[in-house]
Every structure is written in C-alpha cells, then in structure tokens.
C-alpha cells in the first residue's frame, strides 16, 4: 500500500508540480491523523479506486521502460 500510495503521489507531482508542498507536509504529519486524514489535507481521496489506479498506472509506465530495456540489451 505505501508503494502505490507514493507512486499516486509521483503522478499527481507529474501533473501539478505545485503539489510539491504536500508532499513535503505529507512528511512532516506525525502520527497524530490517520492516513485518510493526511491524505484528505493533501486533496487526495484513498477510498477511490482511481486514487489506488494512479499508482497502479506509474508501475505500469515502470514495468513497460523495464522491459524495453531489458529487450534492448538481449536479456529477454
């Protein structure tokens, strides 16, 4: 879950760079919210399914360079 959670970060920083400073309070929060607080302050909604496909989407994109490359120097 953490994975895909930054992952849903890196893209929504690809689309709007300005999220920058939440992602710095995101680090910032100590334990005292829960994780649909934090993300909540942050403009994201984790009980969506398309908050979890964001991620999901990035590994893809992630995936898909590694096997090109992979190809490209014969090892697949």
Known sequence: MGLLCAQAMQSEFKSNPEF???IKEFYSTR???SPIE?????????????????GIDEYK???QEATFLA???GKI
């Open 61 to 63: 994109v992630l995936l």
């Open 20 to 22: 920058i400073s939440s």
């Open 38 to 54: 934090i993300f909540t302050k942050m403009g994201m909604d984790i009980t969506q399914g398309k908050f979890w496909q964001k």
């Open 31 to 33: 334990s005292s919210l």
């Open 71 to 73: 190809k490209k120097l």
